[in-house]
């Protein structure tokens, strides 16, 4: 398994920006699907973006497409998620995970972070 930390959440007013990381530890990152997912209060867990081992594919939820992008740097084992035209809706806890098939099934995902709260001011 790889362990994760998230950082990066924070508040923002509506239409603003942040950016999330996801630090990686363990020899093994590049073998890994790696994704973002998102839970707000009294909501279950949703996935919002994935990412090929390589990096060059990705997947989006269809709330976030062409608003936020998710990448990768697999020589600093790191994961972004970029977050532009921040919506009241988008606020929530992000959680990083990694998983060994390309998926966005949580329960696929094995290793998870603790969360980084994101909140969206309107």
Do not use: H
């Amino acid at each position: 398994q790889v362990q994760l930390v998230e950082s990066g959440g924070g508040l923002v007013q509506t239409g603003g920006s942040l950016r999330l990381s996801c630090a990686a530890s363990g020899r093994t990152f590049s073998s890994y699907t790696m994704a973002w997912f998102r839970q707000a209060p009294g909501k279950e867990r949703e996935f919002v973006a994935a990412v090929t081992r390589s990096g060059t594919s990705t997947v989006y939820a269809d709330s976030v497409k062409g608003r936020l992008t998710i990448s990768r740097d697999n020589a600093k084992k790191m994961v972004y998620l970029q977050m532009n035209s921040l919506k009241p809706e988008d606020t929530a806890v992000y959680y990083c995970a990694a998983s060994e098939i390309f998926t966005r099934v949580a329960s696929d995902f094995g290793s998870w972070g603790q969360g980084t709260q994101v909140t969206v001011s309107s």
